[in-house]
């Protein structure tokens, strides 16, 4: 490992949370990105909870089946 690559890894928070306060074209692209990967993320738990209520419910899950010939 080089000595800067130390240093560089230093304050990690320290710059997400400059980045975040600078105004600019780049903080408004990075908000839009940050807004579309929650929203995604809340989406795919929200999947995994209801396929968890699906499984825990008792209900039972009927499958079609389809024969390929």
Known sequence: MHPEEGKRRGYPLLGVIAYALVPGERRTRAAGHFRK?????????????RSGERASGGGEIVRERIDVE
């Open 37 to 49: 990967a929650a929203l995604e993320a809340a989406l795919g738990v929200r999947a995994l909870v």
